[in-house]
Every structure is written in C-alpha cells, then in structure tokens.
C-alpha cells in the first residue's frame, strides 16, 4: 500500500530564517506531487506540483521554492521565512490520470 | 481556469439527522472529477467521496451521497443518519485532465448530540 510522510510535524521559526518541509511517498512510483498551503480557517491554495524528477511547476509567486531531487522526495523551502508564510503545509500525491488525490499528515509552520 | 464555492461557511445538524452541503463550481474541462474531502480537527486531509463528471449516477458510499446536477454545475454532499465522528471541515474540489486540484473554501459542519 502507498504512503505519505510529512516532517517535521511542527515547526516554529524567527523571521528571515531559511525552511526546509520534506514530503515522501512510499509503495508507488513516478507519481504526481504537490504542495499545498492552508491558512487558518481556510481552504487550500496550490502552491506547487510536480510531474516528475526536477520539472516543478508554480501556481503563485511567492517566498517559497520547491525541488524534486527523487522520484519519490518532495521538498519546499525557503531563503528567507516572512511572518505571511506560517500556515499548514500539506504535501499530496496522485497517479498520473484524473484521480484522487492522498495528503500527508502536513506541517503546522508558525514564523515569529 | 476552475473555480469552486461553497456558500455555507458554517452548518449544523442534529445526531442522526440528515444534512446537505452546497457546492457549486465552473469548469470549461469536459473531463474532470469531483470530490468532496474532510477535515477533521487532526487536520488530515480525508477523502468522503468522489465523482467522475461523465458518469450520470450519483455517488454513494455508505452514509454519503451526492447530488452531481452537470448543467447546473453543482455538487451538494448529503450525509445520513449523521454521527458525532462527523464533525469536521468538509471542502468541496474539482479535478481537472492535469490533474490540479481546485479547492472551496470550506464548510465547517457541526454536529450537535
């Protein structure tokens, strides 16, 4: 069966610092992934998603970047965190025709 | 591009009482998929149920049922007999052939015992 791992699971960090999220997937290959966010109260926003080993595409310009090093490992970051970034950051994996989507546990980032 | 909306920002409903969701969206895909998510206070992301926009028959799985009407781009949630376990944020989303997820902004559903 597959599975998704998020870490860490929480995360609080001074302005201005740098931010490293890591997603994995377990029991499937070349899957599509994504990163979303979620502010407080609200609905999910795409920040990014990727069809396979380095292709990453953005939907919003922001603060954040995000790598795919591995088939399996997706990573999101950040030089230099602003108090607009904290949120919930959940990572998601799809096969590759219309399906449904899987969410890790996400990662609760609090920036001081 | 897809947009999704759900009107109702919060709802409530009795234990085992029966309540409907609103969800309406718009699309110019012709193929695409709906589905409607839950999320409990642990915030995990849980899939309730989900429709492929070419199949004419409501979904249904156990206590949750759709109202998928195309031509009126709409896609309510009912949940039967509803249970304490179902309180949660549910959020409406729409799938299209790239597989990108659009999301609403969620309806908080309150379930009184």
């Known amino acids: 069966s597959q599975t998704i791992h998020q870490w860490p699971a929480t995360l609080v960090q001074p302005v201005g610092s740098p931010l490293s999220l890591e997603c994995t997937v377990e029991?499937?290959?070349?899957?599509?992934l994504y990163w979303y966010r979620q502010a407080a109260g609200r609905g999910l926003q795409l920040l990014f998603y990727?069809?396979?080993?380095?292709?990453i595409s953005s939907e919003v310009p922001q603060n954040l970047s995000a790598s795919r090093p591995q088939d399996r490992q997706f990573i999101l970051s950040s030089k230099k965190l602003l108090l607009s970034d904290s949120g919930f950051y959940l990572c998601?994996?799809?096969?590759?025709?219309?399906?449904?989507?899987?969410f890790g546990p996400g990662t609760r980032l609090t920036v001081t | 591009a897809q947009t999704v909306t759900q009107s109702q920002p919060e709802m409530s409903v009795q234990e085992a009482e029966t309540v409907t969701l609103s969800c309406t969206y718009d699309?110019?895909?012709?193929?695409?998929?709906l589905f409607w998510y839950k999320q409990p206070p642990s915030r995990q992301m849980i899939l309730v149920i989900r429709?492929?926009?070419?199949?004419?028959q409501n979904a249904t799985e156990n206590r949750f049922s759709v109202n998928f009407q195309k031509a009126a781009k709409s896609f309510s949630l009912k949940i039967s007999d509803s249970q304490l376990g179902d309180a949660a944020m549910y959020f409406c989303?729409?799938?299209?052939?790239?597989?990108?997820?659009?999301f609403g902004g969620g309806t908080r559903l309150m379930v009184k015992p």
């Open positions: 998601a994996w799809t096969r590759l025709v219309i399906d449904e989507q899987y």
């Open positions: 029991g499937t290959s070349n899957p599509n």
């Open positions: 990727s069809v396979g080993i380095g292709q």
């Open positions: 699309t110019s895909e012709s193929d695409y998929y």
């Open positions: 429709q492929e926009a070419y199949k004419q």
């Open positions: 989303a729409s799938a299209n052939a790239g597989n990108m997820l659009t």
